[in-house]
T-cell receptor
Framework: DGGITQSPKYLFRKEGQNVTLSCEQN?????MYWYRQDPGQGLRLIYY???????QKGDIAEGYSVSREKKESFPLTVTSAQKNPTAFYLC????????????FGAGTRLSVL | SQQGEEDPQALSIQEGENATMNCSYK?????LQWYRQNSGRGLVHLIL?????REKHSGRLRVTLDTSKKSSSLLITASRAADTASYFC?????????????FGEGTQLTVNP
């Protein structure tokens, strides 16, 4: 069953805590993306990676970190420096070449305790 | 920053009616895409229109693109209750933008049975 799997579906963060959101894909896609979505709004790009061991900051990278050690995986860490982390986080991937059509996971909803 | 702006922000219609959503953008694009998002879920790609195309159809969807006005519209004909979702336009400025998609803030469509 091919696709993008995000886990967990719901996550709660305590003040001062770092939390990591998982994103795994078995579509053999080269590029992966992390977006943040606030209620009633569009998607804002946090980080993206077009190849293993390389990634670029998006528009709102402050307070977040990523790694890309494997093609299939692109975890996002929300650090304690992110003062307003409550949001819906979406991971996406696409194959390099052709049209830039992105495939999305089901999302992780992060809340602050 | 978000390039795309969509209007209306919310649209409520009766089943069987047509729904039209508009998207405006600011910079040159390689292509423009429309995505759908059911509440609390990830986005699903609907249709892509290239910068040299003016109109494209897919089932009950019709997309137009006017690059001189930097605008696009999505028409859903003979709407169904199952079409209730948020619809986002996304612009792709090509490799010069790092192969990023820039999303609008979306139109929330409600189709009443």
């Amino acid at each position: 069953d091919g696709g993008i799997t995000q886990s967990p579906k719901y996550l709660f963060r305590k003040e001062g805590q770092n939390v990591t959101l998982s994103c795994e894909q078995n579509l053999n896609h080269d590029a992966m993306y992390w977006y943040r979505q606030d209620p009633g709004q569009g998607l804002r790009l946090i980080y993206y990676s077009q190849i293993v061991n390389d990634f670029q900051k998006g528009d709102i990278a402050e307070g977040y970190s990523v790694s890309r050690e494997k093609k299939e995986s692109f975890p996002l860490t929300v650090t304690s420096a992110q003062k307003n982390p409550t949001a819906f986080y979406l991971c996406a991937s696409r194959s390099i070449g052709g049209w830039n059509i992105q495939y999305f996971g089901a999302g992780t909803r992060l809340s602050v305790l | 920053s978000q390039q795309g702006e969509e209007d209306p922000q919310a649209l409520s219609i009766q089943e069987g009616e047509n729904a039209t959503m508009n998207c405006s953008y600011k910079t040159s694009i390689n292509n423009l895409q429309w995505y759908r998002q059911n509440s609390g879920r990830g986005l699903v790609h609907l249709i892509l229109i290239r910068s040299n195309e003016r109109e494209k159809h897919s089932g009950r969807l019709r997309v137009t693109l006017d690059t001189s006005k930097k605008s696009s519209s999505l028409l859903i004909t003979a709407s169904r209750a199952a079409d209730t979702a948020s619809y986002f336009c996304a612009t792709d400025a090509g490799e010069t933008s790092g192969s990023r998609l820039t999303f609008g803030e979306g139109t929330q469509l409600t189709v009443n049975p």
